[in-house]
């Protein structure tokens, strides 16, 4: 699965990238390392309003969820959902139906494989774009104390490439990485649930993707994470001799 992503550029480079706008409240600067258990707020395009970015939590919402207690229980398990199983799931499938697809831009993000007994954290970016989409579903709910409207997203995964299933070896799972004509699909097309579920079950190619493990620094508790130091590169002895893991 994928809890842990960056977005290592400025806001007029998003613009430019994307052909839209960032609202000047968004206040968005550089992120270095975001973790989803702490429902980091991330710029987003919509499939009903691409041309602007919106501001959204990760950790999916449905818009039925009924009391404020049931909301900070869904997000926590809304953070990723199965593409194969979005327009079954009742979390996502209102969502999936109304063709509440999102863009997640991102510049890389990280998984740990395992061997034996350890784990050892890797970031993963794309080769041929500095700036890659993900896909996501988006909803919108309204706190039934405050009525205050609240945006949040989830982020779609999909089986593992070759290089994503050596890595992240436990699960085999990826991030729905999106290619150039998948991302203007996702964003702009009217999607049938067919063309949808066979857009997300395309996996991004692992000779596009580039892989490097880094210090365990990322799940330190005494020291800050979204920091430039985070992506620095560290080398394990135990990982000497799986060369399939770096691309």
Not at 194 to 222: C, E, F, N, V, W
């Amino acid at each position: 699965m994928c809890y842990h992503k960056s977005l290592v550029v400025s806001a007029p480079e998003l613009e430019t990238r994307y052909e839209a706008t960032m609202p000047a409240s968004a206040h968005f600067q550089p992120v270095y390392h975001a973790n989803a258990y702490q429902f980091p707020a991330w710029p987003i395009l919509t499939h009903q309003e691409p041309g602007r970015f919106q501001m959204m939590h990760w950790g999916l919402i449905p818009y039925w969820t009924k009391t404020n207690d049931q909301a900070g229980e869904m997000r926590i398990r809304t953070i990723n959902a199965r593409s194969e199983t979005i327009y079954e799931k009742p979390s996502f499938r209102s969502a999936a139906q109304a063709g509440k697809r999102c863009l997640i831009p991102v510049t890389g993000f990280y998984e740990w494989h395992t061997k034996g007994s350890k784990k050892f954290p890797f970031y993963i970016s794309a080769s041929d774009q500095e700036i890659v989409s993900i896909a996501g579903l988006w909803d919108e709910w309204a706190d039934p104390e405050t009525g205050e409207v609240k945006a949040t997203y989830t982020l779609l995964t999909t089986d593992a490439n070759p290089l994503l299933a050596a890595i992240h070896n436990t699960k085999e799972r990826m991030p729905c990485l999106l290619t150039a004509k998948a991302e203007h699909a996702w964003l702009h097309n009217d999607l049938s649930e067919k063309d949808a579920l066979a857009l997300l079950g395309k996996q991004y190619p692992a000779s596009h993707m580039h892989s490097y493990s880094i210090s365990k620094r990322i799940t330190s508790r005494s020291e800050p994470s979204d920091v430039p130091e985070v992506l620095t590169p560290s080398t394990y002895p135990e990982l000497s001799d799986q060369s399939k893991l770096f691309a």
